[in-house]
């Protein structure tokens, strides 16, 4: 069945609030079709613009992609500086059809290693969407899970020791206003293609209870119609949180 035809079948009652998604399989997928690993950054692109469409028809509040991890700087230069080339491009080419969707687009991350330009170019264009109300995209830019968690400590250190509150009112809800996605709500849904079965550093404090599935697809070639299928699948899940459901 075409996505349109799946789309069907949701049940409006049981949408995950929060999709994030580990889009891996570029360079396999260069490979596999004898090209350039750049190539297969660039097929992924439209890939990212279809899922951020369905995601929107779905009206799936949040969306957070993996862009660009804190141990994607140890690949080789050429392709560290093309995929960055890449991220911002695609930016700037898409954020108008962004806006014009009501999509919310934010870029979340360590500002670590990001020159003071590329940081101001990207806010620069995500400002112009950010009174929108649809669909919020979340772009994981020189993201790390361990990294978030140790930034968002130092800051809570700071306000701990100028009084802005005690070690007795420290609870897993106030840190999590010292990550990257304060104000969020915790991924129901990770995503992750060709065939991969870990996290990657990706979102490890918010994924504690998120459901998982996983794809054989490399991520170029990963459809709408199997961004839906995981939705239907996730939708015939019981979340319980570490508690009982008879």
Same mark, same amino acid.
């Given at each position: 069945m075409n996505y349109k035809e799946l789309m069907s079948s949701l049940d409006k009652n049981k949408m995950p609030r929060h999709i994030a998604v580990i889009m891996d399989g570029n360079g396999r997928w260069a490979k596999k079709n004898h090209t350039i690993r750049l190539n297969g950054h660039r097929k992924g692109v439209k890939a990212v613009r279809d899922?951020?469409?369905?995601?929107?028809? #779905?009206?799936?509040?949040? /969306?957070? =992609?993996?862009?660009?991890?804190?141990e994607n700087w140890n690949r080789s230069t050429g392709e560290v500086s093309?995929?960055?080339? /890449?991220? #911002?491009?695609? +930016?700037?080419?898409? =954020?108008?059809?962004l806006n014009k969707n009501n999509v919310n687009i934010r870029f979340?991350?360590?500002?670590? $290693?990001?020159?003071g330009d590329y940081i101001?170019?990207?806010?620069e264009n995500c400002r112009k969407t950010w009174n929108n109300t649809g669909l919020h995209l979340n772009v994981a830019m020189n993201y790390g899970g361990r990294v978030? =968690?140790?930034?968002?400590? $130092?800051? #809570? @250190?700071? &306000?701990?020791?100028?009084?802005? !509150?005690?070690?007795? *009112?420290?609870?897993? &809800? /106030? !840190?999590?206003? @010292? /990550?990257?996605?304060?104000?969020?709500? &915790?991924?129901?849904?990770l995503i992750r293609t060709s065939g991969e079965y870990r996290l990657s550093n990706f979102l490890i404090w918010q994924n504690a @209870?998120?459901? !998982?599935? !996983?794809?054989?697809? +490399?991520?170029p070639d990963f459809?709408?119609?199997?961004?839906?299928?995981?939705?239907? *699948? @996730?939708?015939?899940r019981k979340r319980r949180f570490g508690g009982r459901n008879e």
């Open positions: 899922i951020v469409k369905v995601a929107g028809e #779905m009206q799936i509040e949040y /969306l957070t =992609i993996y862009a660009f991890s804190t093309g995929l960055l080339k /890449l991220i #911002m491009n695609s +930016l700037i080419n898409e =954020i108008e059809a979340i991350g360590s500002t670590e $290693k990001l020159s101001s170019k990207v806010n978030e =968690i140790l930034e968002g400590m $130092k800051k #809570m @250190y700071d &306000d701990l020791i100028k009084g802005k !509150f005690t070690k007795n *009112d420290i609870t897993t &809800d /106030l !840190f999590s206003q @010292y /990550l990257y996605t304060a104000n969020m709500p &915790d991924p129901d849904l @209870y998120s459901e !998982f599935w !996983f794809t054989e697809t +490399l991520w459809s709408k119609a199997e961004f839906v299928e995981a939705v239907l *699948d @996730y939708q015939k």
